[in-house]
């Protein structure tokens, strides 16, 4: 779902509509509140395009959005809290109620970090995890559930086994994320800046143009 999320938001970058997010967000509301109706009432509606635009899961991919905006566009306010509402409300409709409960801890938790009151997790050990967290979480499931099964399947105790899948799941994201992730992080950054920081040999050459 993630891949799709990305290339969505690929699209919409490629094709300038993302200052037009806002219209985006309520169109993905809408498509999920129609594919709940659809389904509660036993109608066909599109797989491809469920999955696709995974409807089901949007409105938390919304929430993210907004939260974002409001960090770096204060002036939205209000517009992005009428939308956060709209994706809470949808999630309701659309999904069982404990999505509904994960979606306001998770509105919690963001407002709590937008307004400063997580500063603790400053600490070096939650810089760390955060550091090696994407890792973790594309390893975790994959890697750490197979072991757990075989652990289990050979007579080790279910606690025994998880401490050590998760034990070697952090020691493989970590060796991940600073081997892989952040070097490619770093290129692929330091290209970007490169690409927007303007030629000096262009610089002049347009100078008399101007």
Same mark, same amino acid.
């Given at each position: 779902?993630?891949?799709?999320?990305?290339v969505q938001?690929?699209?919409?970058?490629?094709?300038?509509?993302?200052?037009r997010?806002?219209?985006?967000?309520?169109?993905w509301l809408l498509?999920?509140?129609?594919?709940?109706?659809t389904t509660q009432?036993?109608?066909?509606?599109?797989? #491809?395009?469920r999955?696709?635009?995974?409807v &089901?899961?949007?409105? *938390?991919?919304a929430i !993210?959005?907004?939260f974002?905006r409001?960090?770096t566009?204060?002036q939205e306010l209000?517009?992005?809290?009428?939308?956060?509402?709209?994706?809470?409300?949808?999630?309701?409709?659309?999904?069982?109620?404990?999505f509904?409960?994960a979606g306001l801890v998770c509105?919690?938790i963001f407002?709590l970090? #937008?307004?400063g009151?997580?500063r603790w997790? &400053?600490?070096?050990? *939650?810089?760390f995890? !955060?550091?090696?967290s994407y890792s973790l979480y594309l390893?975790?499931?994959g890697?750490?559930?197979?072991?757990?099964h075989r652990l289990?399947?050979?007579?080790?105790?279910?606690l025994?086994?998880?401490?050590f899948?998760?034990?070697?799941s952090l020691?493989?994201a970590t060796?991940?994320a600073?081997?892989?992730?952040?070097?490619?992080?770093?290129?692929?950054?330091?290209a970007w800046?490169?690409r927007?920081?303007p030629q000096p040999?262009?610089d002049?050459?347009?100078?008399p143009?101007?």
């Amino acid at each position: 779902m993630e891949l799709f999320f990305y290339v969505q938001m690929l699209v919409w970058w490629m094709s300038g509509q993302l200052k037009r997010i806002h219209w985006i967000i309520a169109a993905w509301l809408l498509v999920a509140v129609v594919y709940a109706e659809t389904t509660q009432h036993q109608l066909h509606f599109s797989y #491809i395009v469920r999955e696709m635009l995974i409807v &089901r899961h949007i409105p *938390f991919f919304a929430i !993210g959005i907004l939260f974002y905006r409001i960090c770096t566009r204060p002036q939205e306010l209000w517009l992005n809290l009428a939308l956060m509402a709209l994706s809470l409300i949808a999630i309701s409709v659309s999904l069982a109620p404990v999505f509904l409960v994960a979606g306001l801890v998770c509105c919690t938790i963001f407002a709590l970090f #937008i307004t400063g009151q997580l500063r603790w997790l &400053r600490a070096r050990a *939650f810089v760390f995890l !955060g550091q090696i967290s994407y890792s973790l979480y594309l390893l975790h499931q994959g890697i750490g559930y197979a072991l757990i099964h075989r652990l289990e399947a050979n007579a080790v105790p279910s606690l025994v086994a998880v401490i050590f899948a998760a034990c070697v799941s952090l020691v493989l994201a970590t060796i991940l994320a600073y081997g892989v992730e952040c070097p490619v992080m770093r290129i692929l950054r330091d290209a970007w800046r490169r690409r927007r920081l303007p030629q000096p040999g262009l610089d002049e050459e347009a100078a008399p143009l101007r």
